[in-house]
């Protein structure tokens, strides 16, 4: 069953896909209007005016808080298939498990003790 012939199918559906946007993208390209005008190349947001840089310095924190968030998020997705499987897995599983967590905990009380969980620093 895996023979190397059975991928065909697989290479030449992605052939066909990446032919598909290399030729709509080419295509757009040569044919699409080629007017380069300044108000054509001004930022148009809801028919407001451009008042002012748009570039103003944001708090580190918010990046961070963003990334520790995505970060613990997407440890849940990990707890998933041994929320499915946990008794198939037996004590083997939930030790993996308690490690995961135990990692994330300390990871945590990292974060927690840097003061990156702090907004008013």
């Known amino acids: 069953m895996n023979q190397p012939s059975s991928y065909i199918p697989i290479l030449i559906q992605i052939a066909v896909a990446v032919g598909f ?3 709509a993208l080419g295509l757009s390209h040569l044919l ?11 930022n148009f947001e809801c028919g407001i005016e451009i008042q ?3 570039r103003f310095p944001v708090s580190v924190k918010y990046f961070l808080s963003a990334i520790l968030f995505v970060l613990f998020d997407v440890e849940v997705i990990f707890f998933y298939p041994y929320a499915v499987n946990f008794k198939e897995m037996g004590w083997e599983g939930f030790l993996a498990v308690s490690t995961f967590i ?3 905990l300390a990871g945590f009380i990292y974060v927690w003790k840097k003061g990156a969980l702090e907004w008013e620093k």
Request: no cysteine; net charge positive; glycine share 16%.
């Open 21 to 23: 946007v290399t030729i």
């Open 32 to 42: 699409g209007p080629k007017r380069k005008t300044t108000n054509k190349d001004e």
């Open 52 to 54: 002012g840089d748009a």
């Open 102 to 104: 135990g990692f994330f």
